[in-house]
């Protein structure tokens, strides 16, 4: 497959996708981030998460989307905050985050009272939690304060498919200083087809002009710099999503030969919370949900993030060729 270099892609980055006015900003305080937890001998793990918007008009009425809900992210936060890791929690604004993620279905305002019935006053009242709808609040809150004292996850949102393209190149770069202890694990949803600037219609598509055709260009394959110029020390992990199982593993055989990374979590829309594939270039590992995990509440992520950090700890200690 012939793949572009990366340098033309950082090219097309630049003239067809609008950099966030913040990039700059958000640079620095990965960099920070990355440089303390690196000096304090913790690995740190760059996690992209949700999916991504594609706007139709630059004055965006409309625009594409897709299903990702970032649960994946957002679990897979805990567990790798939980296994010793720092994380930069690059996700779609008002995707699933970590630890509120438990919490997102229900209504806040069902689940607190006022202490003392009815009649106590709004104003002076003491509010309660009703812990049978936000079971484990306690816990979690606590887990939670701890996790921000300790400075351990960094959220950095982002909401259209440029911004997410320019934040994620701004954390490789920023990454790359610390070599081998640094991993990305790409489970964002993220879109493959865009319209560029220059193609876009400035003002609202009139339905009054008919039926809507679009045409749509590729969206470039990122891990391409990213491995090979970015940060090429790093510990490098995409996702692969599919609806037909039976080309699954082929096109996750084929994404780790043309980039060249270290696994593809392979998975398919309807099974991916009880069922994925970790594909390296010489081995294939299936991670499923038993009965007894479910019972547990044992969640898929756990046993991913686990197989992962086993491999980036080879990967780290391996002699240097
Ligand atoms: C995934 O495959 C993730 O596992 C999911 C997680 C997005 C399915 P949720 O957010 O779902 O928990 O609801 N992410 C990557 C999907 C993707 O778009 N990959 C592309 C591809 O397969 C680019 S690597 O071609």
Known sequence: MAEPRGSSIDGKLAEEFAAPSHVDEVKEKMSAFARRHADAGRRVVLITSGGTKVPLESRTVRFLDNFSSGRRGASSAEYFIDSGYAVIFLHRHRSLYPYTRM??????????????????????????????????????????????????????????????????????????????????????????????????????????????????KMVPKILSPLVKDWAPKAFVISFKLETDA???????????????????????????????????????????????????????????????????????NQPIG
């Open 103 to 216: 919490f997102l279905p229900v209504n806040l305002l069902e689940a607190l009272q006022f202490r003392g019935g009815e009649g106590a006053s709004g104003n002076t009242g003491e509010v309660v939690v009703n812990q049978q709808l936000l079971p484990n609040v306690g816990k979690v809150l606590k887990r939670y304060n701890e996790v921000k004292e300790g400075g351990l996850l960094l959220p950095i949102e982002f909401n259209t498919l440029s911004e997410y393209l320019h934040l994620l190149k701004a954390a490789a770069q920023e990454l790359s200083s610390i070599g081998s202890l640094a991993m990305f694990y790409l489970a964002a949803a993220v879109s493959d087809f865009y319209i560029p600037a220059s193609e876009m219609p400035e003002h609202k598509i009139q339905s009054s002009n008919g039926p809507l055709q679009l045409s749509m």
């Open 246 to 316: 039976s080309i699954l593993l082929d096109k996750a055989r084929r994404a780790l030969d043309a980039y060249r990374h270290q696994a593809v979590v392979a998975n398919i829309l309807d099974s991916r919370r009880g069922h994925v594939v970790v594909v390296t270039p010489d081995t294939q590992t299936e991670l499923t949900l038993n009965e007894e995990d479910a019972k547990n509440e044992v969640e898929i992520e756990e046993k991913i993030v686990s197989n992962l950090i086993f491999a980036h700890t080879k990967f780290i």
